[in-house]
């Protein structure tokens, strides 16, 4: 198994290729809304991609969704979700992208543990950021959305943001066994060792301005 990361989008967001080089498959994790940058590192890589997992809903990691969704893609996300597919176009207009309407192939409903591409992917459920936030644990690695950041955390001031849940959430996988490493939707790659020390979620109150 290998990472690759992606950056691009209004929000400089992260895409995280899940790859399997013998089979030339991969899982993505979220996606930006520049669709061509996409595709364009699939194409060039011989890559097919299998599977889209999105930590939530918001329109800078479900851009290009759709069009991976036509080339075979099944698409994963929790069901509190949802109702963003159609509802961030105003946002998303705003920096001149069109966010294309996709069906959700599996809904996350629960903590569970998915079998993709021979890989056991563990689904923990986020909320704080969006009800139905989610961060998805392979192996070592945790793919955290915008719940947590290096040395900071996802904002909770939109619709259906919940400080007080982000920092159950964010508990929640500081409590997990092991050391991680962690790949957030925005910024530098970091791991959980150093976010329990540095994280400034566990002694903020919910005046504090948060980042994304």
């Known amino acids: 198994m290998r990472i690759d990361c992606l950056t691009g989008g209004a929000f400089a967001t992260n895409s995280y290729f899940v790859i399997n080089d013998l089979t030339k498959e991969c899982i993505l994790i979220d996606t930006f809304e520049q669709t061509g940058a996409i595709l364009d590192y699939l194409a060039k890589n011989g890559l097919r991609c299998v599977a889209v997992l999105l930590t939530h809903g918001h329109f800078d990691h479900i851009g290009s969704v759709k069009q991976l969704q036509d080339m075979g893609a099944k698409v994963y996300m929790h069901k509190n979700d949802i109702w963003k597919i159609d509802a961030p176009g105003y946002m998303a207009r ?60 996802g904002r909770t001031d939109f619709e259906d943001g919940d400080f007080q849940k982000l920092k159950l959430s964010i508990k929640k996988i500081f409590n997990l066994e092991g050391e991680y490493m962690i790949f957030p939707g925005h910024g530098e790659i970091t791991n959980s060792y150093f976010e329990r020390v540095h994280n400034p979620i566990l002694v903020d109150t919910e005046d504090i301005e948060e980042d994304f």
């Open 94 to 153: 705003m920096y001149g992208y069109d966010i294309k309407h996709f069906d959700v192939d599996y809904v996350i409903e629960k903590d569970e543990t998915l079998d993709i591409m021979g890989l056991k992917v563990k689904v923990i459920q986020t909320p704080g950021h969006t009800e139905g936030g989610v961060c998805f644990v392979i192996d070592e690695n945790i793919f955290s959305g915008d719940t947590i950041f290096r040395a900071s955390y």
